[in-house]
Structure formats: structure tokens, C-alpha cells
């Protein structure tokens, strides 16, 4: 009997194809890959009513388009990806970083982090599950998008749940991604922003839940086909 392909096409969802791969990954302690975090961002998007719509205002930027952002050669280059994110009229956007220094490799890198712009306080907050191993990547992402947004800006490192081994701060970056962009659809509840909700929702057995909740999501979305 011949083995499945890892290759095959499972599901096209937005414009993310997942392959059988992918749901290798979700199924063993495997580090997370771009499609899988586009993916994720795509469904939250769509759950959202702020960041339904093309001029939204949350944004979840893919992965991808983080990555050129961050890594354009010139200013006219970023310019022209950024544009058409529409930047300076969202609220809240979230980026993820990669310390990937190959630009030449696709889906390189080791670690995922997230970073966070909230225009209430014009900041913008980077999120690491493995103790600011990405915050230098964090800061060049800062500086080069932060003209986009106008006005004086700061980067700050916010406290984050950490994880306790080598291949899951990919599902960390969805969940921190989760409750932020929750606490931003429910009228941004609390003094300290999402930091509580962080603590309390984002933890060792949540990730791990995660990991099963989208293989669930994507077999319901499969059956729908």
C-alpha cells in the first residue's frame, strides 16, 4: 500500500493551502511552520468582525509579509507591501517575528515571537515565550515599520508565559495572538490591558490544546469542503 504524500493538499482556507504535513506537525512536537500561523491568523480574522473587513481595525499580518517587511532591502520596497495593509487606520496589529538571518532560506529561523502595536498608547509590545531570544529581531521589526504608523512610538518587552521546551513558541505566538486579539474584540477590558488575561489563559496544557484544537478546526473546515 502506498504511504500517504506528505504533499497532498488537505485544504485551501483564504489563501493558505495546508498540506498532510502540516497535520504531522500539529500532531507531534514539531516546530510550527509559516502556513500553519497564517493559517491560524486567517481563522482568527474571519472570527472577528474588527478584522473581517479589508480596512479593519485589527490586523493580523501573515507571517510572510511580517518577514519581507522586516527584511526589505530599501524603504521603497517596504512602502509598497505596507501600503496595502493600511497601516495607520488599524488599532491594533499584530506581527510575527522570526530569527531567521537567511533571507535566502525559506522558513528558516528557530523561534517565533510576536509583536504587538496598540494605537491607545502608540506602543508597540513584543511578546516571547523563550526568555527575549527574539528581541533584537523584535527591534529591527520595530524600526522598520514604525514610520507606518506615525507619530512618536515606543517598543517595550511585556512580560509573557514561557515555554518549557524547544519546539512550541509557534502555538505560543497563536495563543498571545488569541487573547490579544479577543481582549481587543471585547472592548478591551482591564487597566492592564491583556496582560492578565495572558497570564491566566496561556499556559503549558493551553498550548497543548491548541495543537489539538486546530487539528479539530481543520477537520471540520475539510468537511465543509
Known amino acids: 500500500m502506498t504511504p500517504p504524500n506528505p504533499n497532498d493538499k488537505i485544504l485551501s482556507y483564504g489563501d493558505v493551502v495546508l498540506r498532510r504535513s502540516d497535520l504531522e506537525i500539529l500532531r507531534s512536537p514539531f516546530f510550527i511552520n509559516d502556513r500553519l500561523i497564517e493559517f491560524y491568523f486567517t481563522h482568527l480574522s474571519s472570527s472577528h468582525p474588527s478584522a473581517a473587513t479589508r480596512k479593519g481595525r485589527l490586523l493580523l499580518v501573515p507571517p510572510s509579509i511580517s518577514f519581507w517587511l522586516s527584511n526589505c532591502p530599501n524603504t521603497p520596497s517596504r512602502t509598497e507591501v505596507a501600503t ?13 517575528v ?38 533584537h ?35 505560543y505566538v497563536m495563543a498571545v495572538a488569541r487573547v490579544i486579539s479577543n481582549w481587543f474584540e471585547n472592548g478591551k477590558e482591564g487597566d492592564e490591558k491583556w496582560l492578565k488575561k495572558l497570564e491566566m489563559e496561556v499556559h503549558e496544557e493551553a498550548v497543548a490544546s491548541l495543537r489539538l484544537e486546530l487539528l479539530d478546526l481543520i477537520a471540520s473546515l475539510r468537511g465543509r469542503e
Open 84 to 96: 496595502p495593509l493600511g497601516l495607520q487606520g488599524r488599532d491594533l496589529v499584530l506581527f510575527t
Open 137 to 171: 529581531h523584535a527591534r529591527h521589526m520595530y524600526d522598520a515599520v514604525k514610520s507606518f504608523f506615525g507619530g512618536d512610538t515606543r517598543f517595550m518587552v511585556w512580560r509573557t508565559p514561557q515555554q518549557r521546551n524547544g519546539y512550541d513558541c509557534g502555538v
Open 98 to 135: 522570526n530569527n531567521n538571518d537567511d533571507l535566502t532560506m525559506a522558513e528558516g529561523g528557530s523561534h517565533w515571537s510576536l509583536l504587538v502595536y496598540e494605537r491607545g498608547d502608540n506602543v508597540f509590545v513584543h511578546h516571547d515565550s523563550c526568555n527575549g531570544m527574539n528581541n
